[in-house]
Structure formats: C-alpha cells, structure tokens
C-alpha cells in the first residue's frame, strides 16, 4: 500500500509540471523538457535499431511507454522502420494522450493513459520517460523506475528497451535523475536477466540498456 501512495505522489508531481510543460511551450522536444531535437531523434534511432537487432520477427510490436506528444509514432513513420513496427503509445499524462489524439486523428486508437502495453508486446520502450524527476529521494525514484520497468516485464515478450541519463554516481540534479550505469545494470539483472548497455551515439551521458528476456 504505502508504495502505491509513494508512486502516485511522485506520479502527481510529474504530471502537473508535463501539463504545465505543454501549455507553455507546445507539442515539440521543449513541450517534453528535451534539450533539442536532435538528441531526441538520436534516442529513438538507438533504441529502435536495438529493437530492431533483436527481434526475430518482420513485424515488432512495440510499446512506447512515456510517448508524450507522439513524436517517436512521427519518427517511425518518416523513417525506414515504418514497414517493420507496429506501434502503441502510453502515457499516465491525460493532456499528453490528448496532444496524440490531436495530432494523430485517424490513428487515435494507437494512444491510450496508463503505464504499460494494454496486451502483450515484443517489446516496451522506455525514451527519456525517468529523466525527469521532482523528488530528492534518489531511493524513491529507483523504485518507481524499477516498479514500472517491472510491470512493462510482463507484457513484453521478448524483453525492455530504455536510455537514461548516467553519472559516476546516481544523482538528481536541476530536477533531472543521473542513474550509474554499472549499478543500473547489476539491479536490472538481478531482477529481470541479463542486462547490456551502449551509450547512446551523439548524446552525450545518455545510456541505452537492453534488458532481454532470451
């Protein structure tokens, strides 16, 4: 019980500031607290690549877990994944699925609130969705990271795709979470399994790890 209460004053937080966020600058990188958009654009081309390595599947059905305003859907459907992804977005922000529902009119059905896959994926992905953190508990906010992570695990059925922001020690600084990457990795196989990471190309103390379940 009490971690439920602790998530959903966390999640509490987030959401305020995102809707904030959005009235203030837009559906654009800013609108999500991304620096530009070329750092957003080279996290969906690592994760999507990685994704794409690892499937053995034509057809990938992926979930977008944080899609914000759906610019990854507008990624994949302007670049070469677009014949090889099947695509779903979710997002706990109401105004964020709205700005989806908005900007995607004939594909509505793709975006729904909630914090993971309605049914089995192959895969869930995780872009940028625990960067932004509210809180000082860098304890708390691992566990939130970890509980989500958690509960996209059993609805992917090939594994967990994610980047984060990593430091020589986790902090949270200006309001944006610093995970280790050796000891995010050690946690997540310890957890789930055998746990990768590669830093992401072009966006510098960006990591992508790759939590497989084969």
């Known amino acids: ?21 959005l009235r203030q600058r837009g559906n654009n990188p800013e609108g999500v607290f991304w620096r530009n958009s070329s750092s957003q654009l080279a996290r969906f081309e690592t994760l999507l690549s990685i994704t794409k390595e690892l499937s053995p599947k034509i057809k990938t ?35 964020m699925v709205k700005a989806c529902w908005s900007k995607f009119p004939d594909k509505r059905h793709l975006f729904r609130i909630g914090r993971n896959a309605q049914a089995e994926v192959d895969f869930s992905l995780f872009s940028g969705t625990f960067n932004l953190c509210l809180s000082n508990n860098i304890s708390a906010w691992e566990k939130y990271i970890f509980g989500n992570l958690e509960s996209s695990w059993k609805k992917s059925r090939y594994g967990l795709v994610l980047n984060l922001l ?10 944006i979470y610093y995970a280790n990457r050796r000891t995010f990795i050690a946690r997540a196989t310890k957890l789930f399994g055998p746990t990768h990471a590669i830093s992401t190309p072009n966006v510098s103390s960006d990591v992508s790890f790759i939590i497989n379940k084969q």
Do not use: T, W
Not at 9 to 21: K, P, V
Not at 76 to 87: G, Q, T, V
């Open 166 to 175: 990593c430091d020589d020690k986790p902090n949270i600084r200006n309001q």
């Open 61 to 95: 059905r992926i979930a977008d877990i944080g899609c914000g305003y759906g610019a990854m859907l507008s990624f994949i459907e302007h670049s070469n994944y677009s014949d090889n992804i099947l695509y779903e977005g979710v997002d706990i922000n109401r105004d």
């Open 1 to 21: 019980m009490f971690r439920h209460i602790s998530f959903a004053a966390l999640e509490y937080s987030i959401n305020r500031a995102y809707q904030s966020r």
